[in-house]
């Protein structure tokens, strides 16, 4: 712009998106492709190269991040998941009451939790504020939310029980398959849930439990399957009475794989039975495992480390870009 006095001052148009050269109508239409498709895909539909649609998202996450305020929050869900081959690992931390992404970082180690404290303490959420928080059952999970989040009460989602349960029934399953070969073929049958077998797998299912007294397998399948069924229970003390009476059961039995989930059921008990508290935030880990993955498809065309998590803000986060972009889509 030339002023009266013949100088020029440059101005920056209202309509001027974050990054140089773009608007902010281009903007909203890459953050929308993006928590669509892979940035690939997006990249070819605007004809951007591939390292400025993902600064186009990267930007705009942080600037949102940075505005974003979760004083409000009180419980957390902290779960990790693979970002690449081998033991990359990222963990997230998701508000279990609006059912969003809240905080990401690097590793699955005490620091990790370190850093997922000081992340949220940046943006408003102080450690000592959160009242529960559910995990699994890693000592390095369960040793960092003892020391950062002071005030939370730790709760063991029934899922990873289950799981252990399950992989525990699988290991005697393998064992025995050694000498009884028909129990190869059973393998998804005694994972699947019963309902969702045919009436043949549902048959050859009810043949091995009839042979319960001496098959180690068919045992392992109804401990697991006692121990989901208590786990669906509300009241916390029928919960806490009927996970030690099933302990102890199985240390008396024969089903060594079966005795390690009983000792880790004894060792954790406290923050299992928490779960007839607070089992919507469960509910809310098992479905955020598909919004995992897709986060990890979808960051194809993202190269670097610290795009990851911009994916996941994108396609979990629910962050509301408005506040800096008022052609961007509404948040679901």
């Not at 605007?46 to 649609?53: A, D, I, N, Q, T």
């Not at 699955?108 to 559910?134: F, Y």
């Not at 989901?228 to 024969?254: A, G, N, Y």
């Amino acid at each position: 712009m030339k002023l009266p006095d013949g100088l020029v001052r440059q101005i920056e148009p209202p309509w001027a998106g974050k990054l140089t050269g773009f608007t902010l109508l281009f903007d909203a239409l890459v953050l929308m492709l993006c928590q669509q498709m892979t940035s690939a895909a997006a990249e070819r539909l605007v004809g951007e190269s591939r390292h400025r649609v993902p600064t186009i998202c990267e930007r705009y996450v942080e600037l949102t991040l940075a505005q974003g305020d979760f004083s409000e929050v009180r419980e957390l869900a902290i779960n990790e998941t693979s970002r690449a081959r081998g033991h990359d690992y990222i963990t997230l931390a998701a508000d279990a009451v609006d059912r969003r992404v809240v905080a990401v970082a690097e590793g699955r180690s005490v620091e990790t939790i370190d850093t997922l404290a000081a992340e949220l303490a940046s943006r408003g959420c102080a450690p000592e504020q959160v009242s529960s928080v559910s995990i699994d059952m890693s000592p390095a999970f369960i040793k960092g939310c003892e020391q950062r989040l002071p005030n939370a009460q730790i709760t063991f989602d029934k899922f990873h029980v289950v799981w252990h349960a399950s992989f525990a029934h699988d290991k005697m399953r393998r064992i025995e398959q050694r000498t009884d070969h028909s129990l190869k073929s059973m393998r998804w049958s005694l994972l699947k849930d019963r309902s969702r077998l045919s009436s043949e797998a549902a048959a050859n299912l009810d043949a091995l439990i009839a042979r319960m007294s001496t098959m180690r397998t068919a045992r392992a399948w109804v401990y697991k399957e006692q121990l989901r069924e208590i786990l669906e229970r509300k009241q916390i003390d029928v919960v806490r009475d009927m996970l030690r009476h099933w302990c102890s059961c199985v240390m008396r039995s024969k089903v060594e794989p079966m005795k390690e989930v009983a000792a880790l059921v004894r060792k954790h008990l406290e923050g299992i039975d928490a779960w007839a508290q607070t089992r919507q935030i469960n509910g809310f880990l098992e479905a955020l495992d598909g919004l995992f993955q897709a986060a990890k498809r979808r960051a194809r065309g993202f190269t670097r480390m610290s795009t990851t998590p911009t994916v996941i803000f994108l396609i979990a986060g629910k962050l509301d870009f408005r506040v800096i972009n008022p052609h961007a889509s509404q948040p679901t």
